[in-house]
């Protein structure tokens, strides 16, 4: 099995994602990461150096590649990945693949990017706290429509990992 773990940046896929791994066993995949590693630089390098298309290519490609060779994984998403393309369709029709949707408020994104925005190209330009929760509000606004269409989607709003977790290990056992 597949269990795919998507949500806005900041949501918790990555930290989410490693911890259920551990409890299931599975390894832990990030797309992010798979694509520096593959690129051999940064997310935030790419970006700048190749551009957002490159980035979108490269990044359906490993999706498809994860999906048409592993098994026993969890594999966190980058925060655009069922947005773009036919990423959503890959994972809606991958077999043996389940997805979650992690979900949160924008003020609560806004609250944790607000500390974190250094390494994520699309905000790290935003300075001020109204800027970035009008930023947040519109994109999320334009991605829920994808993200809700996740198998299963997690309330993760003020929730500890713990409880997430437990909410997501119902749905796999
Ligand atoms: N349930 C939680 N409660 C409090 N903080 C959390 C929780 N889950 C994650 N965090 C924190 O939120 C921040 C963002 O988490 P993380 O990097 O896992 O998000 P992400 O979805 O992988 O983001 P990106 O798409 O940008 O890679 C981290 O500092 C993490 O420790
Ligand atoms: O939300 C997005 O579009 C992105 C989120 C990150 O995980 C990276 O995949 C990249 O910075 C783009
Ligand atoms: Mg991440």
């Given at each position: 099995m597949i269990v795919v773990l998507m949500g806005?940046?900041?949501?918790g896929k990555s930290t989410i994602g490693k911890k259920l791994a551990t409890l299931l066993n599975y390894d832990f995949l990030d797309l992010d990461d798979f694509i520096s590693e593959n690129e051999n630089s940064s997310i935030l390098s790419i970006f700048k150096e190749k551009g957002e298309i490159y980035f979108r290519k490269k990044e359906t490609e490993s999706l498809k590649e994860i999906i048409d060779s592993k098994e026993n994984v969890v594999l966190g998403l980058g925060g655009g990945t069922p947005c773009y393309g036919n990423n959503l369709s890959l994972l809606k029709n991958g077999k043996n693949v389940i997805t979650f949707y992690l979900k949160l408020s924008i003020k609560n994104l806004a609250e944790r990017l607000r500390t974190e925005r250094d390494e994520r190209p699309l905000i790290s330009h935003l300075t001020s706290e109204e800027e970035l929760l009008e930023f947040i509000g519109k994109h999320l606004f334009e991605r829920a429509p994808y993200y809700s269409q996740a198998d299963y989607n997690i309330n993760?709003?003020?929730?500890s990992k713990k409880d997430i977790l437990e909410n997501i290990l119902m749905h796999l056992i």
């Open positions: 806005y940046m900041g949501s993760a709003d003020d929730k």
